[in-house]
């Protein structure tokens, strides 16, 4: 008698903690995560299936990494920190579907701390992934890209041996000034003659900001329109 009224004591508690993050992200789908295959690709259970997600707008830098010693950690170990194992929601937007088997949405998971994380974001404001903006999935352009400016202006996480010396506080202020939610980013390299280019554009505003990396006087440029 007693272990029923503790199961269902548990259930409700379970059962209230998840209306709770669900009033606060908004509709969504309840999951558990069985694997956390890449940073940005888990294998959930929803009801008695496994799916394949993977998480719109972002991209891991693990792969651009050349000295995995160089950082502490990588995409896949945030990934695992901040979802393995847990109940998390997923919520989606446009295009719902990516590779074969796969589903794209956007993550939340809790803390410790009983604090909603967007995972999405969390990876690309740590330093460990990158914003890559798909037209058709946008509600969340805008928060990526700014999470990833601010990434790459403090340095955080893969930034900090990704990217040469050299302030991109200017960049991050003109990125915080696009509210456009067709936002476009893109970071290049030149493995041939050490080069950066970081592109800023929103097509509705008629705005593009763009930085160069010149090696040979080790700074950043800007590059008018």
């Known amino acids: ?14 059962l209230i903690q998840s209306a709770t993050v669900l009033a606060a992200i908004g509709r969504g ?3 558990t995560v069985e694997k956390v295959m890449t940073g940005n690709l888990i294998e959930v259970r929803v009801v008695a299936e496994v799916k394949q997600v993977r998480y719109i707008g972002i991209r891991p830098l693990d792969a651009d990494i050349t000295n995995p010693m160089a950082v502490k950690k990588t995409a896949l170990s945030v990934n695992q920190d901040l979802v393995g194992g847990k109940e ?3 919520r989606f937007d446009r295009k ?6 796969e589903i794209l949405a956007y993550v ?5 701390s009983g604090n909603v994380v967007f995972v999405n974001r969390e990876l690309v404001y740590r330093g460990y992934a990158e914003a890559a903006i798909n037209p058709a999935n946008t509600e969340y352009a805008v928060r990526l890209v700014r999470a990833m400016a601010d990434a790459m202006s403090k340095k955080r996480g893969a930034w900090s041996v990704l990217l ?14 696009i509210s456009d ?16 280019r970081l592109i800023v554009s929103s097509p509705s505003q008629s705005i593009r900001k763009e930085l160069v990396w010149d090696p040979k006087i080790e700074q950043w440029t800007a590059i008018k329109d």
């Not at 719902?96 to 088997?101: L, N, S, V």
């Not at 939610?181 to 950066?196: A, Q």
């Open 29 to 31: 789908y309840l999951a």
């Open 96 to 101: 719902t579907r990516g590779k074969p088997g």
């Open 88 to 90: 998390v929601t997923l």
């Open 181 to 196: 939610t067709n936002l476009m980013v893109r970071f290049r390299r030149d493995p041939l003659d050490k080069s950066y």
């Open 164 to 177: 040469p010396s050299g302030q991109l506080s200017d960049l991050a202020r003109a990125i915080q000034e």
């Open 108 to 112: 939340y998971s809790v803390d410790d």
């Open 1 to 14: 008698m007693m272990r029923t009224i503790l199961t269902f004591w548990v259930c409700g508690i379970l």
